[in-house]
């Protein structure tokens, strides 16, 4: 499994920006589904976006699509979550997720593609 150590979280007001950083301990997710994962209080675990980092195919919930980002800086083994556009809706404890090394994955939002978990970042948007 990958450590996965997630960082970046916050609070902002509504409409405001925030980016997500989840450092990991092993090159294996040079090639790999990565994803981020949210959960509010009293809801269930949901995806956010996903990616399949060699070839930087995405995919993302319709609640955040075209206001999330995410991307891989494969120097640094570190994925993110470039956040715009903020709703109070948004707010939850974000989580970083990651397969092992795949020569092929296909990105999804679904949590038991994932066998590695970070200890995830707190969110809070305001109004």
């Known amino acids: 499994q990958v450590q996965l150590v997630e960082s970046g979280g916050g609070s902002v007001q509504a409409g405001g920006s925030l980016r997500l950083s989840c450092a990991a301990s092993?090159?294996?997710?040079?090639?790999?589904?990565m994803g981020w994962f949210r959960q509010a209080p009293g809801k269930e675990r949901e995806g956010v976006a996903s990616?399949?980092?060699?070839?930087?195919?995405?995919t993302y919930s319709d609640s955040v699509q075209g206001r999330f980002t995410i991307s891989l800086d494969n120097a640094k083994n570190t994925l993110y979550l470039q956040m715009h556009s903020l709703r109070p809706e948004d707010t939850a404890m974000y989580y970083c997720?990651?397969?092992?090394?795949?020569?092929?994955?296909?990105?999804?939002?679904?949590?038991?593609?994932?066998?590695?978990w970070g200890q995830g970042t707190q969110v809070t948007v305001s109004s």
């Open positions: 990616i399949y980092t060699l070839a930087s195919t995405t």
């Open positions: 997720a990651a397969t092992d090394f795949r020569l092929y994955c296909t990105p999804g939002l679904d949590t038991h593609l994932y066998n590695s």
């Open positions: 092993k090159a294996s997710v040079r090639s790999a589904c």
